[in-house]
């Protein structure tokens, strides 16, 4: 009897070892807990026991292998424990380098949380399987790791709405995987990488409201599967490249609030292009007559611009312009009739050298 018990408490032994989290990655997320401070939702109040695995807020394991793959931790979400506190999440601290030991993981969210310092742990590159980096949201400071083209794997890297510096780190073209890049609303300095283009699998690539310089890289026009472009609110300079234009599913082109010169490509005018915004300026010449039955804009906006001469005529065979606004230019002549004309109000041709017709004063 007494060798049964035995048996039996050894088989239920190497049965909890085998089901529960692995000692160093329940360690790790213990260092990666005292690092971090949120006082009104207790969403690390699960984070007890042996079993890391079960029932601790956020933490997923890989099936198999019990390693911890996913962290996920928002600071909005519509789970219960934000609607009965009624209030978004607010945290501080910093995010511990002890998680470079979770070896196996997957995704790192840990988004929209306010106010979280510091930098991203530089070690973040030695993980292999990493596929999700997302810490949008919080204060997060000094640069992304120069050595992150090391993530093979990565498909998302979301850091938007942060307090980062530096420039971006040539090895970022490296991502082979990356679809979705976000980088809005932060301090990046310096140009774009001159090989942008390497970046194949992208769809996303938005970086407005940095500081980055230079001129937009001809390579992007190499992305066949980037459908939105936001370069906004920088300090962009130079032409735009006229192969932008003939990407075969690029929607939307945000290139407003910057110091962007020369004429505007006719191609971006009957292109697969609908939300185009090149507004706040320096772009001249005149505005192509290049527009078609293919030209189809929910926003066309080439405000605070210096262009000149007319509004071309081909505008009318456009299939459909929602919002246009031309005004703040040295456009002058007659505003053509009919569609899409029939809808605009007049400040949308304001300041302007000398555009008659409807909605503007008569001819």
């Not at 360690?27 to 690092?35: H, Q, R």
């Not at 530096?166 to 980088?183: A, E």
């Not at 230019?329 to 569609?339: K, Q, T």
Request: charged share 20%; net charge neutral.
């Amino acid at each position: 009897m007494k060798a049964l018990f035995h048996f039996v408490f050894v088989l239920l032994a190497v049965s909890w070892a085998v089901e529960s989290c692995p000692p160093m990655d329940r360690d790790a997320l213990l260092e990666i807990k005292a690092e971090l401070h949120e006082q009104y939702l207790g969403i690390f109040n699960s984070w007890t026991g042996a079993d890391c695995c079960h029932n601790w807020y956020g933490v997923s394991c890989d099936p198999e292998t019990r390693q911890v793959a996913d962290i996920n931790l928002r600071g909005e979400s519509e789970d219960p424990i934000f609607e009965r506190a009624k209030r978004t999440g607010y945290m501080t601290g910093t995010i511990s380098p002890e998680i470079c030991k979770l070896t196996r993981l997957s995704s790192l969210i840990i988004a929209d949380w306010k106010g979280i310092t510091g930098p991203i742990p530089s070690c973040i590159t030695t993980l292999p399987f990493l596929r999700i980096l997302d810490l949008i949201g919080n204060r997060l400071s000094g640069p992304i790791p120069g050595d992150i083209g090391r993530l093979r794997r990565l498909t998302v890297l979301n850091v938007a709405d942060n307090q980062i510096t530096g420039r971006i780190p040539p090895s970022i073209t490296n991502l082979s995987s990356l679809m979705h890049l976000d980088l809005r609303n932060n301090k990046f300095y310096g140009p774009l990488p001159r090989d942008f283009g390497r970046l194949g699998m992208l769809s996303r690539a938005l970086l407005s409201g940095n500081q980055i310089s230079g001129t937009i890289p001809s390579s992007i026009s190499q992305i066949y599967r980037l459908a939105d472009l936001d370069l906004s609110v920088n300090s962009l300079s130079g032409t735009i490249p006229d192969s932008l234009g003939k990407m075969a599913v690029l929607a939307t082109l945000n290139l407003d609030s910057n110091k962007i010169t020369g004429m505007i490509p006719a191609s971006l005018m009957n292109s697969a292009v609908s939300n185009l915004n090149l507004s706040r300026n320096a772009l001249d010449g005149q505005i192509p007559d290049a527009f078609g039955p293919r030209s189809y804009f929910t926003v066309l906006d080439l405000s605070h611009n210096n262009l000149r001469g007319p509004i071309p005529k081909s505008i009318s065979s456009a299939s459909f312009i929602g919002h246009l606004d031309l005004s703040y230019n040295h456009l002058c002549g007659r505003i053509p009739s009919g569609s899409p004309f029939d809808h605009l109000e007049g400040s949308q041709f304001a300041n302007n050298d000398c555009l008659c017709g409807k909605p503007l004063r008569d001819c």
